[in-house]
């Protein structure tokens, strides 16, 4: 069974970054579209980025663009979310998941989250 393990959460002030890591150890992500979503506290979970099995085609919900960037480096079987300009609303668990029939549809796996915290 494919596992998603998410790494890189912590503790970071306004206006600061983050590197999300979402990996599967024993398993290749090379035929997945990989998703990352949020869910802070009391609200949705919601979508933030997707990036298809390629790489060549990424998305982006609008709170974030221009801030946060997905990416996949297929050889080290390892999808990353690199956030800057981090704003306390971006406070959430965030989750990867992977999708065997492209971004925007049915999600295979998820991962159990990693906590990000904006505050000064």
């Known amino acids: 069974q494919l596992q998603l393990v998410e790494s890189g959460g912590g503790l970071v002030q306004p206006g600061g970054s983050l590197r999300l890591s979402c990996a599967a150890p024993?398993?290749?992500?090379?035929?997945?579209?990989i998703g990352w979503f949020r869910q802070a506290p009391g609200k949705e979970r919601e979508g933030v980025s997707c990036?298809?099995?390629?790489?060549?085609?990424?998305k982006y919900a609008d709170s974030v663009k221009g801030r946060f960037t997905i990416s996949r480096d297929n050889a080290k079987n390892t999808v990353y979310l690199q956030m800057n300009s981090l704003k306390p609303e971006d406070t959430a668990v965030y989750y990867c998941?992977?999708?065997?029939?492209?971004?925007?549809?049915?999600?295979?796996?998820w991962g159990k989250g990693t906590l990000v915290t904006v505050s000064s």
């Open positions: 998941a992977a999708s065997s029939a492209g971004c925007g549809y049915g999600l295979d796996y």
């Open positions: 024993g398993f290749t992500l090379d035929f997945y579209s």
């Open positions: 990036i298809s099995s390629s790489g060549r085609n990424t």
